[in-house]
């Protein structure tokens, strides 16, 4: 990410009088921009650009938006902001789902996209690793194995079949998180305290877009979990190792 000096941001939409428009005033708030026209460029500066932030319009030529976070949720964990005339509550779902982290529908103003647009540079930074981790207690200190993974809250690492697992630091606190509640089911709310902070503000369904990333990274199959089990209209649990030993 290029966030150690002006922040950059990708703006990718077909409308080149929006993009002149928001490019222009970007730059004077004092970001770096890059802009895309397409689908398939916006994908590929993404890549190759390494921007903190991918504003991205949904209806676009060549790869839709819809399209371009799908890719890059596959290999990145960028913040994307989608922007769209398109405001039905389905569609504001798929966005989230796909991995989206937020959503704003035109017309809208320049101060709100800035405001969003700050908030979530904000809310990223939260993300990144821990500069010098907290040694834990005893009692929580240690390596444990649960079927295939192992996790070493001291080393704050965890692996799947001996390989390391490249995780986000709220995709590791959501993980401790399940795993400090020893197999009993955690409420959305309280997840969302304990990993996102209670002055945190947001969608509430980022939870289930995170669980999702959690599972593709943990789960032998992401769409049958056995690990991270969905717990209908109350939260999450992570099943303990007295289960699985009890399945063998």
């Known amino acids: 990410m290029a966030m150690a000096g002006k922040p950059m941001i990708l703006l990718a939409d077909d409308d080149e009088m929006i993009v002149d428009v928001l490019q ?31 504003l991205l319009d949904v209806m676009m030529p060549r790869l839709q938006g819809w399209e371009v976070v799908r890719a890059l949720r596959r290999e990145s964990a960028v913040p994307v ?12 779902i798929l966005g989230l789902e796909l991995g ?13 996209l800035l405001a969003r647009v700050r908030a979530t540079l904000r809310r990223v930074s939260l993300d ?23 996790i070493d809250r001291r080393r704050y690492q965890v692996t799947r079949n001996g390989q390391p697992l490249a995780l986000t630091q709220r995709e590791y606190d959501l993980l401790i998180a399940l795993l400090d509640a020893d197999g009993a089911v955690v409420a959305r709310a309280d997840l969302l305290d304990r990993v996102w902070g209670e002055s945190w503000f947001g969608d509430p369904r980022t939870l289930d877009v995170h669980i999702r990333w959690l599972r593709e990274k943990l789960e032998q199959d992401p769409g049958h979990p056995t690990l991270i089990l969905t717990v209908r209209g109350v939260g999450y649990r992570l099943v303990s190792p007295d289960e699985l030993q009890s399945h063998d």
């Open 128 to 150: 990144q690793p821990a500069p010098a981790p907290a040694p834990l207690a005893p009692s929580t200190a240690g390596l444990m194995t649960l079927g295939y993974l192992s």
């Open 81 to 92: 902001l989608m922007l769209t005339a398109r405001g039905e509550e389905m569609d504001r």
């Open 24 to 54: 222009r005033q970007f730059i004077r708030e004092g970001y770096d921009v890059e802009v895309a026209f397409d689908g398939e460029e916006a994908l590929r500066k993404a890549r190759t650009a390494a921007p903190d932030l991918v």
């Open 100 to 112: 989206a982290d937020d959503y704003i529908v035109k017309p809208f103003s320049f101060r709100e």
